[in-house]
């Protein structure tokens, strides 16, 4: 069986873009909540990128619908600070969104906080 080493680097270099990006948008979000209190409690959880890095989804932990509102009302800037900081042929497009993972947490607290231990309580 062959190894084949441009996946690894394709996916290496993938890893690279993403925290990149996740970096430059951090930042920019902190700049933002300065004068917009809707980004004080954003935080990026993770970035990825399509293959072709054409787009990329932000995760945040939270996104209410005030943060959602702020996100799409920068998103111009956002995308403008991320192409003067990413020396890349073509910016990747922005799509804003929950981080699944923290919701699918929050449901499985939820669902242990229910149950009821069997035998000696605490």
């Known amino acids: 069986m062959r190894h084949d080493r441009s996946g690894t680097n394709r996916s290496f270099r993938a890893r690279r873009v993403n925290e990149l990006l996740r970096e430059?948008?951090?930042e920019e979000i902190t700049e933002l909540s300065v004068s917009d209190d809707r980004?004080?409690?954003l935080t990026i959880t993770g970035v990825k990128s399509?293959?072709?890095l054409s787009k990329a989804t932000v995760w945040?932990?939270?996104l209410t619908p005030e943060s959602a509102e702020a996100l799409a009302e920068n998103r111009r800037r956002i995308q403008s600070a991320l192409s003067k900081q990413v020396h890349m042929k073509r910016t990747p497009v922005l799509e804003f969104a929950?981080?699944?993972s923290i919701v699918?947490?929050?449901r499985i607290d939820e669902i242990l906080k229910k149950v009821k231990p069997s035998?000696?309580?605490f």
């Open 24 to 26: 430059i948008l951090a």
């Open 39 to 41: 980004f004080i409690w």
């Open 50 to 52: 399509s293959p072709d």
């Open 60 to 62: 945040f932990d939270r």
């Open 98 to 100: 929950e981080d699944p």
């Open 104 to 106: 699918a947490g929050e």
């Open 119 to 121: 035998g000696d309580e």
